[in-house]
């Protein structure tokens, strides 16, 4: 059963995103990549991690694709042009990412053993299990969080506001109301 | 007691959301093939309440809204943060060896968090007629 | 434990659930029609059927039998898939929800379709999911109303999310699981005194849930996205026939889970207010009557929303985000400081 299910959600982790890359509606292609990200969910819970599987969803699914949605609404992103694209991602591009993919390819199978395996199947990592370590043993990691947190609102502060505050004034009162 | 693996569970899980999108494109289909189409141009234009349409509806919008949508980003990962904690800590004191060692990595934790509330308050960010803000 | 019998009892339990559940949305609608209605000193559909019981059914089929219009301007897919969304999320998240005492039938829970050890988290996953429905169908409508509508209505829906999710964190310090049933059980060892709500000194955290889950499902005092006085009827506009209705039934199903998830977390979910008090009265009754505690306690829940909607007038949208951001948030996050020390003090294990 695990199997199935694991083939039936990667092969729409897959399919998601190709879709995203072959769309040209920059909402489509953010659908897709939900779908990425909620079928990457299912994947964390058959290898067993419950918690990890649900702040996906929360996180990635929930928070970050609503954002892109956002800047695409709010942008009024239209459909793009579709270029052909330069030469030089034809000439170095095409093979570049078959270089890659041979070589992942090549590591995975001659070196699986020394790299780990993750195992399909019903073990489940329980959530106190998980804050047991994380609260105890990842400590530091995770209270440099919270500066991270912080310094991404500062960022974020200091992206949106704009920086001649006289001139741009009369444009930004009238554009929700 | 559970007579079946724990992962099980789930399965029913899935099989609701199937459902639900099912039940939810059996609907749509259904009152497509039951309901009547008497369509006219003027119905199918965009509703304006009577008058016609002027120009597009997709325009630019207040930055406001990418503001909340990137702050509910960075305090939805704290959120989620704070669920494992409470889910452990009343047990640990006796991880840690310490009683109240748990509360205040947490206190730590949320003062940093607490900080960008305060900063974005006094930016004026969260203020949405205050034309002093800095948006 | 065979597993085709574990899908089938599955499959059947979802059935029945479902079935349910759209027959208490088509009656929490006639409910609301009739207690705003006496509310405002007037009857309430009162024609179809003994005192309009038959009401949701007529609505039903009129919904179904509508001219099904798809406008020129909107953009097809996703105008389609918006609803289904919608629906399917407001669908969902009654899964994990424990109806009854842990009474099992041959090894599979009778009174919950899935129990799983995350059963809070799946909520709040499926919910954040929920604002995609909103902010695409406003957004593939192309009308200024429904964009509008949407707009406000995913920034709404996002702002409080963060003040739902933190006050849920009280609750799950004081029983140290995510798992619903866990948690209830906590609360059920003497009576209300030991529900969240009082025992748990969790009343603060109980206001600030309840709060932003009126924001979370839009309805009044939150209901600006539909605003109809300044938004014709917000990020639905657009929609007619049945995919109309499926935007008014998720509202309505997520209004019902959104009162058994207050029940289950503040009032104890399906434990009896008066403890151990009385005597068992034989296992058929002892497993009926926390199903009924269950539906007592959801059916109080829908009848404050109604209440509230009623009574209470529309907030301004200035008034709302600030709301949401500068009130709810920060006393979220003091009811978590404030438990974690007392229950720090109190109760380490």
């Not at chain 1, 729409?12 to 990425?36: D, E, K, T, W």
């Not at chain 2, 039940?23 to 309440?49: F, H, Q, T």
């Not at chain 2, 990418?66 to 704070?82: G, K, R, S, T």
């Not at chain 3, 999911?129 to 509008?148: P, R």
Request: hydrophobic share 55%.
């Amino acid at each position: 059963m695990h199997l199935v299910l694991f083939f039936i959600f990667g092969g729409f982790c897959v399919a998601g995103a190709l879709n995203l890359l072959l769309q040209r509606h920059p909402i489509n292609s953010a659908l897709s990549l939900i779908v990425v990200m909620t079928s990457l969910a299912v994947l964390y819970l058959l290898l067993g991690a419950e918690f990890l599987a649900a702040v996906q969803v929360i996180v990635y699914s929930g928070a970050i694709m609503v954002l892109f949605t956002f800047v695409i609404m709010l942008l009024n992103a239209q459909r793009e042009e579709r270029t052909h694209g330069s030469r030089a991602a034809y000439i170095l591009g095409f093979p570049g990412a078959a270089a890659l993919f041979a070589l992942l390819t090549f590591i995975f199978i001659s070196n699986g053993k020394s790299l780990g395996f993750a195992v399909l199947g019903p073990d489940m990592v329980s959530t106190s299990q998980l804050s047991s370590v994380l609260f105890r043993d990842l400590l530091l990691p995770f209270e440099v969080t919270s500066v991270l947190i912080l310094i991404a609102i500062l960022g974020a502060v200091a992206l949106a506001r704009h920086h001649e505050p006289h001139k741009d004034e009369s444009k930004t009162q009238g554009k929700e109301r | 007691m559970q007579s079946h693996p724990y992962t099980w569970n789930y399965l029913p899980l899935l099989i609701q959301v199937v459902v639900a999108a099912g039940l939810g494109l059996a609907i749509v289909g259904l009152s497509w093939l039951i309901g009547r189409g008497r369509a006219s141009k003027a119905k199918l234009d965009a509703y304006e309440c009577g008058v016609p349409v002027e120009g597009d509806a997709r325009g630019r919008f207040s930055v406001r809204f990418y503001m909340v949508a990137m702050l509910f980003i960075l305090f939805d990962v704290e959120a989620v943060f704070m669920l494992p904690w409470a889910v452990i800590y009343r047990h640990l004191p006796v991880l840690t060896g310490s009683r109240m060692f748990g509360f205040w990595e947490m206190v730590v934790y949320l003062g940093f968090v607490v900080v960008g509330i305060f900063y974005v308050w006094k930016k004026g960010i969260l203020d949405w007629t205050n034309d002093r803000g800095d948006l | 434990m065979n597993f085709w019998w574990f899908l089938l009892l599955s499959i059947i339990k979802i059935a029945v659930v479902l079935v349910i559940l759209l027959t208490a949305v088509a009656y929490t609608v006639l409910l609301e029609r009739k207690v705003v209605g006496r509310i405002q000193n007037r009857w309430g559909p009162s024609r179809v059927g003994p005192f309009g019981l038959l009401q949701p059914l007529a609505d039903g089929l009129k919904l179904f039998l509508k001219e099904d219009l798809l406008p020129t301007a909107v953009y097809k897919p996703l105008y389609i898939l918006a609803p289904v969304i919608a629906l399917a999320c407001a669908l969902t998240s009654i899964a994990v929800v424990p109806f009854g005492a842990d009474i099992k039938f041959k090894g599979v829970d009778l009174f919950q379709i899935a129990n799983v050890n995350i059963g809070l988290l799946v909520i709040l996953a499926v919910t954040s999911v929920g604002v995609y429905g909103i902010a695409l169908s406003g957004w593939s409508s192309n009308n200024k109303y429904s964009l509008l509508g949407a707009l406000r209505s995913s920034a709404q829906l996002v702002s409080y999310e963060l003040a739902l999710g933190l006050s849920l964190v009280g609750v799950v310090l004081r029983a140290g699981s995510l798992n619903l049933r866990t948690i209830v059980d906590v609360q059920a060892t003497h009576g209300a005194l030991s529900w969240n709500i009082f025992g748990g000194f969790q009343i603060v955290a109980f206001f600030v849930y309840l709060t932003a889950a009126y924001a979370e499902t839009n309805r009044t005092p939150f209901d600006l996205p539909e605003a109809e006085s300044e938004l014709t009827a917000g990020y639905h506009t657009e929609y007619s026939s049945m995919k109309f209705a499926m935007f008014f039934m998720s509202e309505y199903a997520n209004m019902i889970t959104v009162s058994c998830v207050a029940t289950l977390l503040f009032l104890g979910g399906w434990s009896s207010p008066f403890g151990h008090l009385f005597p068992s009265f034989g296992p058929v009754i002892d497993a009926i009557l926390p199903v009924f505690w269950f539906v007592a306690k959801v059916f109080f829940f829908l009848f404050v929303y109604i209440w509230v909607r009623g009574t209470l007038p529309r907030f301004r949208y200035d008034q709302l985000m600030g709301f949401g951001w500068k009130v709810l948030l920060p006393v979220a996050i003091a009811n978590i400081v404030v438990t974690s020390l007392w229950l720090g003090f109190t109760r380490p294990l």
